[in-house]
């Protein structure tokens, strides 16, 4: 038995391996155009995935990924016990929860009253003019908060109409969020409205023609053919943003915290950059950015898997 | 059809709504560009909204115009737009081709392994320790190497291969054509739409970028733009160029708008011609993402 077994499993090997010469031959100047490609993907991908490995040990350049020494979990339990770990948890949660319930719908809300909008021309005015913040960069942008938040801006000059004392906005902790959603609703609305636009556009017109004739008012077609419409899109985007729960990015944070606001605008990711970058804590830091994205992906998943079971729809 | 009263009510809303919102978006700039143009000293003391320059004058674009930074800036963002850009989306359209290909066996192979690096990454130490490693630490390979492919517009392009249909390349494979002449003689003419949607898109992140140039780079003299902009923006350190400009505190502010102003303008202007060429792009990505 054993010997047939294995028999058979090498002439099947021989019949593969005669496959796969073959399929050189033919293609190997399609293998040789997507060396390159793969070279990227290994060198700048696969190679600092393997480099993760350091967060179980204590990293130190001079002797490398490989030469450093175990250190098994330790990394993980100081993050555990570390004063900082709930203030970091506390902020990442606030900062995501927040863009989730006010940033994610936006452009939902958005592309509905565009698509409201009779006017061709005006129409496109619209869209010209709320996608263009996405195109300015970030630290322009950062740039513009800083301006229009400190004590001296505008906004002030409102609010003293109004009564209110002068602040800096972004030197108190209390406004660091406020202004992180807002800002991020002006920055990404707009832009992030294109995708819902485009699912509106494929929604069946009979069944407005249908709804019409049985009398249904605008906002009742709203509610029960243009939303049941363009919900696998939302349903969509709702499961990338649950995948990204934990994925505060650090970019716009850094340009914009200081260590007055560290309070409540200190997350996991900012935390890594400064204890891996700046600190040079490399292992320790390596492995709180493991951790962030254990949680990711296990957010990702159970996401999907809820969206899978209630309407079908899945990432993969 | 009839309209009903309430329906008129929500359009006249809508159009309200909806000018409010242009409103909102723009004013920021305008305020900028009317801030730069302004009278230093009359600009410091001036309060609320700003519907046009204060003491209209262009000292603040004499002092940055002449500032050694904010040239070193623009000539290395240019420098870094010609060369990643190109070498981005050589990459890109050659990978896309590849993993396009049906008919060879180890190109499924070939896709499972980048769209996984789509859901895992090393992480932000790692990656930074690996390209140090690779000894291309304060140079402008760290700037433009790890980011030579964006697998999401890899998939863009892919998309955009998949679609031209096989009878193509099959009455070129009889003519004798090899992969590198099909793509580049035949398949390429028909993709040119979507390349220049990818070659925006890398534009705009070259442009943009700042952070990796920030952890990467010590040599003040290849600093892009975008760092130069967030020495003066965020950092706050116009000190060097207010001397220049004599007056100290009031000049820095109006310094600072003719900065973003100035950083800005070249994406204004190109925007309104371009809009059309971005959007596409979501639409393709949005059929297979």
């Known amino acids: 038995m054993r010997y047939k077994k294995g028999k058979i499993i090498s002439m099947i090997a021989g019949e593969k391996s005669k496959v796969y010469i073959k399929d050189l031959k033919r293609n190997y100047s399609l293998y040789l155009m997507a060396l390159p490609i793969l070279a990227f993907y290994i060198l700048f991908h696969y190679k600092p995935m393997y480099g993760v490995i350091i967060a179980f040990k204590n990293f130190s350049p001079a002797k490398g990924v490989i030469g450093s020494e175990w250190v ?37 809300i958005l592309a509905l009253l565009i698509n409201e909008i009779r006017s061709k ?34 906004i002030n000059d409102i609010a003293v109409l109004f009564g209110h004392e002068r602040v800096s906005f972004l030197n108190h902790p209390k406004y660091f969020v406020p202004v992180y959603v807002i800002s991020d609703i002006w920055q990404s609305a707009g832009w992030n409205s294109i995708i819902y636009l485009a699912a509106l556009t494929s929604v069946e017109q009979q069944l407005y023609e249908a709804a019409i004739i049985d ?3 605008r906002w009742r077609q709203t509610l029960h053919i243009t939303i049941p419409g363009i919900a696998p899109t939302i349903i969509t ?40 970058l700046i600190e040079n804590s490399w292992s320790f830091s390596t492995a709180v950015g493991l951790f962030n994205s254990i949680i990711n992906f296990t957010l990702l998943i159970f996401a999907n898997r809820l969206s899978r079971k209630i309407n079908e729809i899945s990432l993969w | 059809m009839q309209i009903s009263r309430g329906q008129k009510m929500f359009n006249v809303f809508n159009y309200i709504l909806m000018i409010f919102l242009m409103t909102v978006t723009l004013y920021p700039f305008l305020y900028v560009a009317f801030a730069s143009l302004s009278n230093s000293v009359e600009f410091m003391s001036h309060q609320g909204l700003l519907l046009a320059p204060v003491g209209f004058n ?33 990459l890109t359209v050659v990978g896309a081709y590849v993993i396009s290909r049906k008919n060879a066996i180890l190109v499924p192979l070939f896709t499972k392994l980048i769209i996984v690096t789509m859901f895992f990454s090393g992480g932000l130490i790692p990656f930074y320790l690996n390209v140090r490693s690779l000894g291309m630490d304060n140079s402008f390979a760290a700037l433009i190497f790890p980011v030579a492919i964006n697998t999401f517009n890899l998939i863009i392009m892919r998309t955009a291969f998949i679609t031209i249909p096989n009878s193509m390349e099959e009455s070129a494979m009889i003519d004798g054509a090899g992969p590198v002449s099909i793509l580049f003689k035949i398949l390429l003419p028909l993709v040119i739409p979507t390349v220049m ?73 190109v925007y309104p011609f371009l809009q059309k060429y971005f959007v596409k792009g979501v639409m393709i990505g949005a059929v297979k993402g």
């Open chain 1, 72 to 108: 098994g979990i330790k990394h993980f339990i100081d993050f555990f016990c570390n004063p900082y770990f709930f203030r970091l948890m506390k902020n990442t949660l606030v900062i995501s929860l927040s863009t989730l319930v006010f940033s994610f719908p936006a452009p939902i």
């Open chain 1, 121 to 154: 021309w005006f129409s496109r005015i619209v869209q010209l003019i709320v996608y263009l913040p996405h195109f300015i960069s970030l630290v322009v942008v950062c740039g513009l908060i800083l301006k229009f938040t400190s004590d001296k801006s505008i």
């Open chain 1, 215 to 217: 009398g249904a008012s």
């Open chain 1, 237 to 276: 985007m709702f499961i990338l943003r649950i995948g990204n729960m934990l994925n505060v990015g650090y970019e716009k944070i850094i340009l914009l915290y200081n260590p007055v606001t560290y309070e409540t605008a200190d997350v996991i990711s900012t935390y890594v950059y400064r204890k891996g």
């Open chain 2, 58 to 90: 262009l000292n603040a674009y004499k002092i940055v115009l002449k500032e050694e930074m904010i040239a070193i800036g623009f000539r290395n963002t240019l420098f870094l737009l010609v060369t990643s850009v190109s070498l981005q989306v050589t």
């Open chain 2, 197 to 269: 949607v990818i070659v925006l898109y890398y534009s705009v992140s070259v442009w943009n970028s700042w952070f990796n140039a920030m952890i990467f780079l010590r040599n003040r003299k290849l600093f892009p733009l975008q760092l130069v902009l967030r020495e003066t923006l965020i950092l706050n350190s116009t000190n060097a160029m207010a001397q220049t400009g004599r007056d100290s505190e009031g000049v820095s502010e109006t310094i600072q708008y003719a900065i973003m102003m100035i950083a800005t303008l070249p994406i204004l202007v």
